[in-house]
């Protein structure tokens, strides 16, 4: 991996820092947590996905506590929520096009930097995939959510999937740079926000289980 492949890989999870932040703070805000909460959750799930990386490539200490970059993101997440979230509308929407962009990013990331540690190409989508949702699952518990991974209503998992496993493919043909790496995240966004706005769902564990609670007024908050 070149110097200057290195930089962009880092601005890319920076990035998806970023993405996953805001949507912890919203959730935060959403939650009349106070600044401090909305800090603390903006940490757990931009960095979470990323500490839980790093650990399980053994390369060092993981990102987020060697780069002091990495703490800039949950920062700003919380200060821009604090002074804008009341003028924006207050639903469920803006957090999950944020959680999508994050999903996006972490998964080439996530991908990426677990091919360029010597990882088989099918451990490596499984490590990218585990990165995209790890923190999202974290913010979920903390907060007292139901986690959207095990959510039987949307899609989560499945879009970071696709994005890891176009990721690796690509990589392993040469065909991965810039254009190919916003198609992708854009392929992800794409799926990630459309599975929740069309109700898209996966079979449930046991055949001919009906799923509960999905209503006309569960539908409606959605939108």
């Known amino acids: 991996m070149t110097f200057s492949f290195s930089i962009v890989l880092v601005w890319l999870d920076l990035a998806g820092v970023f993405f996953f932040a805001v949507s912890g703070s919203l959730l935060a805000a959403r939650k009349q947590f106070d600044i401090i909460g909305s800090l603390l959750l903006a940490s757990v799930v931009s960095l979470g996905g990323g500490v839980i990386r790093d650990i399980i490539i053994n390369t060092g200490p993981p990102a987020a506590f060697t780069n002091p970059a990495y703490l800039a993101p949950p920062l700003l997440a919380a200060v821009l929520v604090y002074f804008l979230f009341s003028s924006v509308q ?9 959680d999508a962009g994050g999903l996006a990013l972490f998964c080439i990331t996530g991908t990426l930097k677990a091919l360029a540690a010597g990882m088989h190409p099918i451990a490596a989508v499984l490590l990218g995939v585990t990165t995209a949702v790890g923190g999202g699952l974290l913010r979920d518990i903390t907060a007292n959510e139901v986690p959207q991974l095990f959510d039987p209503r949307d899609i989560y998992a499945l879009p970071a999937f696709a994005g890891a496993a176009l990721t690796a493919a690509l990589s392993i043909t040469g065909s991965f740079n810039a254009v190919t790496a916003g198609a992708v995240a854009a392929v992800v966004f794409a799926f990630r926000v459309t599975a929740w706005r069309r109700h898209w769902c996966v ?6 289980w009906h799923r509960l609670g999905l209503d006309a007024a569960e539908s409606g908050a959605r939108d």
């Open 90 to 98: 207050r639903n469920t929407s803006l957090l999950v096009l944020f």
């Open 203 to 208: 079979p449930l564990a046991v055949r001919g």
